[in-house]
T-cell receptor
Framework: AQSVTQLGSHVSVSEGALVLLRCNYS??????LFWYVQYPNQGLQLLLK??????LVKGINGFEAEFKKSETSFHLTKPSAHMSDAAEYFC???????????FGRGTSLIVHP | EAEVAQSPRYKITEKSQAVAFWCDPI?????LYWYRQILGQGPELLVQ????????DSQLPKDRFSAERLKGVDSTLKIQPAELGDSAMYLC?????????????????FGPGTRLTVL
Protein backbone atom coordinates (compact mmCIF):
# COMPACT_ATOMS: atom_id res chain seq x y z
CA ALA A 1 0.00 0.00 0.00
CA GLN A 2 1.14 3.53 -0.63
CA SER A 3 0.02 6.88 0.71
CA VAL A 4 0.97 10.51 0.85
CA THR A 5 0.60 13.10 3.60
CA GLN A 6 0.79 16.76 2.77
CA LEU A 7 1.40 18.86 5.85
CA GLY A 8 -0.70 22.00 5.82
CA SER A 9 -3.78 22.48 3.71
CA HIS A 10 -2.82 26.13 3.18
CA VAL A 11 0.55 27.84 2.96
CA SER A 12 0.79 31.61 2.74
CA VAL A 13 3.95 33.45 1.63
CA SER A 14 4.89 36.91 0.50
CA GLU A 15 5.96 37.52 -3.07
CA GLY A 16 9.70 36.95 -3.27
CA ALA A 17 9.80 34.69 -0.23
CA LEU A 18 10.85 31.05 -0.09
CA VAL A 19 8.17 28.50 -0.88
CA LEU A 20 8.23 25.20 1.05
CA LEU A 21 5.45 22.64 0.61
CA ARG A 22 5.84 19.48 2.65
CA CYS A 23 5.13 15.94 1.56
CA ASN A 24 5.77 12.64 3.32
CA TYR A 25 5.10 9.32 1.70
CA SER A 26 4.59 5.73 2.67
CA UNK A 27 5.48 2.94 0.29
CA UNK A 28 6.55 -0.66 0.78
CA UNK A 29 8.74 -0.56 -2.34
CA UNK A 30 10.96 2.11 -3.89
CA UNK A 31 8.60 4.86 -4.90
CA UNK A 32 8.02 7.15 -7.79
CA LEU A 33 7.15 10.60 -6.46
CA PHE A 34 5.46 13.51 -8.17
CA TRP A 35 4.38 17.06 -7.63
CA TYR A 36 1.48 18.44 -9.64
CA VAL A 37 0.01 21.94 -9.80
CA GLN A 38 -3.65 22.72 -10.39
CA TYR A 39 -5.00 26.15 -11.23
CA PRO A 40 -8.69 26.89 -10.56
CA ASN A 41 -11.03 24.84 -12.72
CA GLN A 42 -8.19 23.25 -14.62
CA GLY A 43 -6.59 19.85 -14.77
CA LEU A 44 -3.32 18.85 -13.15
CA GLN A 45 0.05 19.74 -14.62
CA LEU A 46 3.18 17.80 -13.71
CA LEU A 47 5.79 20.00 -12.02
CA LEU A 48 8.44 17.36 -11.47
CA LYS A 49 8.96 13.69 -10.76
CA UNK A 50 11.42 11.41 -8.99
CA UNK A 51 11.96 8.00 -10.56
CA UNK A 52 15.09 6.70 -8.78
CA UNK A 53 17.63 8.87 -10.55
CA UNK A 54 19.07 12.01 -8.91
CA UNK A 55 17.58 12.73 -5.50
CA LEU A 56 17.36 16.47 -6.22
CA VAL A 57 14.83 16.95 -8.95
CA LYS A 58 14.37 20.19 -10.85
CA GLY A 59 11.02 20.95 -12.40
CA ILE A 60 9.25 23.65 -14.30
CA ASN A 61 8.66 27.22 -13.14
CA GLY A 62 11.71 27.21 -10.86
CA PHE A 63 10.46 24.49 -8.52
CA GLU A 64 12.57 21.66 -7.20
CA ALA A 65 12.18 18.81 -4.74
CA GLU A 66 14.54 16.56 -2.86
CA PHE A 67 13.93 12.88 -2.22
CA LYS A 68 15.05 11.92 1.28
CA LYS A 69 14.62 8.22 1.86
CA SER A 70 15.61 8.38 5.54
CA GLU A 71 12.88 10.92 6.19
CA THR A 72 10.40 9.47 3.65
CA SER A 73 9.97 13.02 2.41
CA PHE A 74 9.73 14.80 -0.93
CA HIS A 75 9.29 18.48 -0.07
CA LEU A 76 8.76 21.03 -2.84
CA THR A 77 10.67 24.33 -2.79
CA LYS A 78 11.09 27.48 -4.80
CA PRO A 79 13.53 30.22 -3.79
CA SER A 80 11.31 33.17 -4.67
CA ALA A 81 7.53 33.08 -4.93
CA HIS A 82 5.67 34.82 -7.73
CA MET A 83 2.03 35.84 -7.70
CA SER A 84 1.47 33.42 -10.56
CA ASP A 85 2.50 30.51 -8.30
CA ALA A 86 -0.78 30.77 -6.37
CA ALA A 87 -2.50 27.43 -6.99
CA GLU A 88 -3.22 24.03 -5.48
CA TYR A 89 -0.26 21.68 -5.26
CA PHE A 90 -0.54 17.92 -5.02
CA CYS A 91 2.10 15.43 -4.02
CA UNK A 92 1.63 11.90 -5.30
CA UNK A 93 3.33 8.52 -4.96
CA UNK A 94 3.44 5.55 -7.30
CA UNK A 95 5.42 2.38 -6.83
CA UNK A 96 6.43 -0.99 -8.13
CA UNK A 97 4.03 -2.24 -10.73
CA UNK A 98 1.64 0.65 -10.23
CA UNK A 99 2.48 3.78 -12.17
CA UNK A 100 -0.83 5.26 -11.15
CA UNK A 101 -0.14 7.94 -8.59
CA UNK A 102 -1.90 8.07 -5.24
CA PHE A 103 -2.53 11.72 -4.51
CA GLY A 104 -2.35 13.67 -1.28
CA ARG A 105 -5.12 16.04 -0.24
CA GLY A 106 -3.33 19.04 -1.68
CA THR A 107 -1.84 22.28 -0.35
CA SER A 108 -3.18 25.62 -1.41
CA LEU A 109 -0.38 28.13 -1.94
CA ILE A 110 -1.35 31.74 -1.32
CA VAL A 111 1.04 34.47 -2.42
CA HIS A 112 0.69 37.95 -0.94
CA PRO A 113 1.99 41.02 -2.76
CA GLU B 1 0.85 21.11 -28.38
CA ALA B 2 -1.30 17.99 -28.00
CA GLU B 3 -3.80 18.10 -25.17
CA VAL B 4 -6.41 15.91 -23.54
CA ALA B 5 -9.85 17.23 -24.42
CA GLN B 6 -12.89 16.92 -22.17
CA SER B 7 -16.48 18.02 -22.53
CA PRO B 8 -18.57 19.49 -21.17
CA ARG B 9 -16.47 21.70 -18.90
CA TYR B 10 -19.39 22.25 -16.56
CA LYS B 11 -22.54 20.22 -15.96
CA ILE B 12 -25.44 20.91 -13.62
CA THR B 13 -28.02 18.23 -13.17
CA GLU B 14 -30.69 17.14 -10.76
CA LYS B 15 -30.36 14.01 -8.71
CA SER B 16 -31.67 10.84 -10.33
CA GLN B 17 -30.83 12.17 -13.80
CA ALA B 18 -28.27 10.61 -16.11
CA VAL B 19 -25.08 12.43 -17.07
CA ALA B 20 -22.25 11.61 -19.44
CA PHE B 21 -18.76 12.99 -19.82
CA TRP B 22 -16.50 12.66 -22.82
CA CYS B 23 -12.71 12.49 -23.07
CA ASP B 24 -10.42 12.51 -26.09
CA PRO B 25 -6.85 11.57 -25.11
CA ILE B 26 -3.65 12.70 -26.74
CA UNK B 27 -3.27 10.98 -30.10
CA UNK B 28 -1.37 7.72 -29.77
CA UNK B 29 -1.81 7.37 -26.03
CA UNK B 30 -2.89 3.84 -25.26
CA UNK B 31 -3.73 4.33 -21.61
CA LEU B 32 -6.65 6.42 -20.43
CA TYR B 33 -7.71 7.20 -16.87
CA TRP B 34 -10.80 8.69 -15.28
CA TYR B 35 -10.40 10.35 -11.89
CA ARG B 36 -12.88 11.92 -9.49
CA GLN B 37 -11.74 14.90 -7.45
CA ILE B 38 -13.99 15.97 -4.61
CA LEU B 39 -13.57 19.59 -3.53
CA GLY B 40 -10.63 19.93 -1.17
CA GLN B 41 -9.18 16.51 -1.96
CA GLY B 42 -6.78 14.94 -4.39
CA PRO B 43 -7.94 12.99 -7.44
CA GLU B 44 -8.97 9.37 -6.96
CA LEU B 45 -8.78 6.86 -9.77
CA LEU B 46 -12.12 5.53 -10.98
CA VAL B 47 -11.08 3.48 -14.01
CA GLN B 48 -8.07 2.78 -16.18
CA UNK B 49 -8.17 1.61 -19.81
CA UNK B 50 -5.42 0.05 -21.86
CA UNK B 51 -6.61 0.52 -25.43
CA UNK B 52 -10.25 -0.62 -25.29
CA UNK B 53 -9.84 -2.90 -22.28
CA UNK B 54 -10.48 -2.06 -18.65
CA UNK B 55 -7.34 -2.60 -16.58
CA UNK B 56 -8.61 -1.40 -13.22
CA ASP B 57 -12.14 -0.40 -12.23
CA SER B 58 -11.97 -1.49 -8.63
CA GLN B 59 -12.92 1.98 -7.36
CA LEU B 60 -15.74 2.55 -9.83
CA PRO B 61 -19.20 2.43 -8.18
CA LYS B 62 -20.58 0.02 -10.72
CA ASP B 63 -24.18 0.26 -9.57
CA ARG B 64 -24.40 3.73 -11.08
CA PHE B 65 -21.16 4.45 -12.95
CA SER B 66 -20.08 3.01 -16.28
CA ALA B 67 -17.19 3.75 -18.58
CA GLU B 68 -16.36 2.67 -22.08
CA ARG B 69 -13.66 3.14 -24.66
CA LEU B 70 -15.08 1.17 -27.53
CA LYS B 71 -12.49 1.87 -30.22
CA GLY B 72 -9.59 2.43 -27.89
CA VAL B 73 -9.49 6.15 -28.56
CA ASP B 74 -12.02 8.44 -26.89
CA SER B 75 -13.96 7.48 -23.81
CA THR B 76 -17.26 8.17 -22.09
CA LEU B 77 -18.02 8.09 -18.38
CA LYS B 78 -21.67 7.85 -17.41
CA ILE B 79 -23.52 8.23 -14.14
CA GLN B 80 -27.09 6.98 -13.84
CA PRO B 81 -28.75 7.98 -11.63
CA ALA B 82 -26.73 10.90 -10.30
CA GLU B 83 -26.68 11.48 -6.55
CA LEU B 84 -25.85 14.57 -4.54
CA GLY B 85 -22.56 13.04 -3.44
CA ASP B 86 -21.40 12.76 -7.05
CA SER B 87 -20.76 16.50 -7.23
CA ALA B 88 -17.06 16.73 -8.05
CA MET B 89 -14.54 17.43 -10.76
CA TYR B 90 -14.12 14.50 -13.15
CA LEU B 91 -10.66 14.42 -14.68
CA CYS B 92 -9.45 12.42 -17.64
CA UNK B 93 -5.78 11.66 -18.21
CA UNK B 94 -3.81 9.74 -20.79
CA UNK B 95 -0.32 8.34 -21.02
CA UNK B 96 1.89 7.11 -23.82
CA UNK B 97 2.55 3.63 -25.19
CA UNK B 98 3.53 1.14 -22.52
CA UNK B 99 7.03 -0.16 -22.27
CA UNK B 100 7.94 -3.79 -21.87
CA UNK B 101 10.05 -2.80 -18.89
CA UNK B 102 8.22 -2.70 -15.56
CA UNK B 103 10.63 -0.07 -14.34
CA UNK B 104 9.47 2.48 -16.88
CA UNK B 105 7.15 5.32 -16.13
CA UNK B 106 4.84 7.06 -18.54
CA UNK B 107 3.77 10.55 -17.57
CA UNK B 108 0.05 11.19 -17.27
CA UNK B 109 -1.34 14.22 -19.07
CA PHE B 110 -4.56 15.61 -17.63
CA GLY B 111 -7.47 17.27 -19.32
CA PRO B 112 -9.19 20.39 -17.92
CA GLY B 113 -11.89 18.33 -16.24
CA THR B 114 -15.68 18.42 -16.06
CA ARG B 115 -17.15 20.12 -13.02
CA LEU B 116 -20.37 18.28 -12.06
CA THR B 117 -22.92 19.80 -9.73
CA VAL B 118 -25.86 17.64 -8.66
CA LEU B 119 -28.82 19.53 -7.21
Amino acid sequence: AQSVTQLGSHVSVSEGALVLLRCNYSSSVPPYLFWYVQYPNQGLQLLLKYTSAATLVKGINGFEAEFKKSETSFHLTKPSAHMSDAAEYFCAVGSGGSYIPTFGRGTSLIVHP
Amino acid sequence: EAEVAQSPRYKITEKSQAVAFWCDPISGHATLYWYRQILGQGPELLVQFQDESVVDDSQLPKDRFSAERLKGVDSTLKIQPAELGDSAMYLCASSGPTSASESSYNEQFFGPGTRLTVL
